[in-house]
């Protein structure tokens, strides 16, 4: 049964970075690849880029382009997301998922609540 | 980024039938991308419901059914239950240049 454990709730000031992780476990790390995808209050899901772990492979939203950066441990099953230069518009629910072939996301972390307020 | 358009509400009484809309363009949905669809309970994270345009995923009973046609997608639930009452999702991939993969913008479904 593959899960993703995610870190948990921050709070930050705006203008500072946020980092958060994303365990995996009783999968194949290595093959799969794993979304981000935040959720604004009350707003719909936004896709914020995407990590393929075996090939090294990294795709962002055009929006967030220069803030954000997805990395992987392959040592420890572990995504990561840091996001910079925080604003408050930044407040979210994120989100890690894994991705099928279908192009959907099957498997979802259980969301870290990030808060940006001076 | 694009986006995927759905209808805010939809609500239907205890046994009715339901049916919600996704409309795309040429960028996604259109160009044969496959549609998806998720449901969100509050203060949960999304659960992947139907995939590939018509196919449930494990577990998810068959009161749920999805079609696709042209730029358009539609979920339906038959036989609609008080535990239905959630956010809905559907979700496709894009090749244009904002976003690999693009979300719709949510539709609340209420039980009456």
């Known amino acids: 049964q593959v899960q993703l454990v995610q870190s948990g709730a921050e709070a930050k000031k705006p203008g500072s970075s946020v980092k958060v992780s994303c365990k995996t476990s009783?999968?194949?790390?290595?093959?799969?690849?794993f979304s981000w995808v935040r959720q604004a209050p009350g707003q719909r899901l936004e896709w914020m880029g995407r990590?393929?772990?075996?090939?090294?492979?990294?795709d962002y939203a055009q929006n967030l382009q220069g803030r954000l950066t997805i990395t992987a441990d392959q040592s420890t099953n572990t995504a990561y997301m840091e996001l910079t230069s925080l604003r408050s518009e930044d407040t979210a629910v994120y989100y890690c998922?894994?991705?099928?072939?279908?192009?959907?996301?099957?498997?979802w972390g259980q969301g870290t609540m990030v808060t940006v307020s001076s | 980024q694009s986006v995927l358009t759905q209808p805010p509400s939809v609500s239907g009484a205890p046994g009715q039938r339901v049916t919600i809309s996704c409309t795309g363009s040429s960028s996604n949905i259109g160009a044969g991308y496959d549609v998806h669809w998720y449901q969100q309970l509050p203060g949960t994270a999304p659960k992947l419901l139907i995939y590939g345009n018509i196919n449930r995923f494990s577990g998810v009973p068959d009161r749920f059914s999805g079609s696709k046609s042209g730029t358009s997608a539609s979920l339906a639930i038959t036989g609609l239950q008080a535990e239905d009452e959630a956010d809905y999702y559907c979700q496709s991939y894009d090749n244009g240049l904002s976003a690999l993969y693009v979300f719709g913008t949510g539709t609340k479904v209420t039980v009456l």
């Open positions: 998922a894994r991705g099928t072939h279908h192009l959907a996301f099957d498997i």
């Open positions: 990590i393929i772990p075996f090939v090294g492979s990294v």
């Open positions: 009783g999968g194949t790390f290595r093959n799969d690849n």
